[in-house]
């Protein structure tokens, strides 16, 4: 069984201060993990994802990401807010086996940036 | 298209009527996939298909709720004598491949069901 917790469900930043959205996984084989982001009315759009190669993810809009398995965490990080940065974010949890690679979601995370 | 295509993007049903909710993928895309996202809450996975096989359909709530795609492309999710409780918003994704890479998401279907 695989799991993801995003713990609390809002985070606020100021325009150009660093974003930190905390996930943490549980999974009985290896994972593999992603983030999307969602605008409103408008469906999940990938922002990346770790699927077993290089542990520190790059991906769009100048989000990365780490993949910490001794901390079982994969969290999402933005040097700098910006305005359009918010949105939801959801963590998400597969499989890396193959055989049905459907997501497992966290409850997300709403991000604000203030002026 | 380009994206995976969802229609209607909102549906009001009374409580007890049936509905039918499509779903386009992107053309060539072999495997698609259900989820359902309650208001406040992370999409939850519902069934999942490989061309017109239904290989996993676990996430179903309840044998009100059915999904076909017949000719391995373009999907429907149906929920038949709808509750209150169905009342969410519905996505779809397709992949290229079977049973991994990414996931394109659609841009959903609001559901209130009164």
């Known amino acids: 069984a695989q799991s993801v917790t995003q713990l609390g469900s809002h985070v606020s930043v100021s325009e150009g201060a660093l974003v930190l959205l905390r996930c943490n996984y549980s999974?009985?084989?290896?994972?593999?993990l992603f983030w999307y982001v969602q605008y409103p009315n408008q469906g999940l759009q990938l922002l990346l994802k770790?699927?077993?190669?290089?542990?520190l993810v790059k991906g769009i809009n100048g989000f990365e990401a780490e993949f910490k398995k001794s901390e079982t965490s994969f969290h999402l990080t933005k040097p700098s807010a910006h305005m359009s940065d918010a949105a939801e974010y959801f963590c998400?949890?597969?499989?890396?086996?193959?055989?049905?690679?459907?997501?497992?979601f966290g409850k997300g995370i709403t991000l604000s940036v203030r002026p | 298209g380009a994206g995976v295509s969802q229609s209607p993007r909102y549906k009001v049903a009374k409580r007890g009527q049936d509905v039918a909710l499509r779903c386009d993928p992107i053309?060539?895309?072999?495997?698609l996939f259900w989820y359902q996202q309650a208001l406040g809450q992370g999409p939850e996975f519902l069934t999942y298909?490989?061309?017109?096989?239904?290989?996993?359909k676990s996430g179903l709530p309840s044998d009100r709720f059915f999904a076909e795609r017949p000719e391995g492309s373009v999907s429907t999710l149906k929920i038949q004598r709808t509750q209150q409780e169905d009342s969410a918003v519905y996505l779809c994704?397709?992949?290229?491949?079977?049973?991994?890479?990414?996931?394109?998401f659609g841009p959903g279907t609001r559901l209130t069901v009164l």
């Open positions: 998400a949890v597969s499989s890396n086996t193959g055989a049905n690679s459907k997501l497992t």
């Open positions: 999974s009985s084989v290896p994972p593999y």
């Open positions: 770790y699927t077993s190669a290089a542990t």
């Open positions: 298909f490989q061309n017109e096989a239904q290989l996993d």
């Open positions: 053309s060539g895309h072999v495997s």
């Open positions: 994704a397709s992949s290229l491949v079977a049973g991994g890479g990414e996931q394109f």
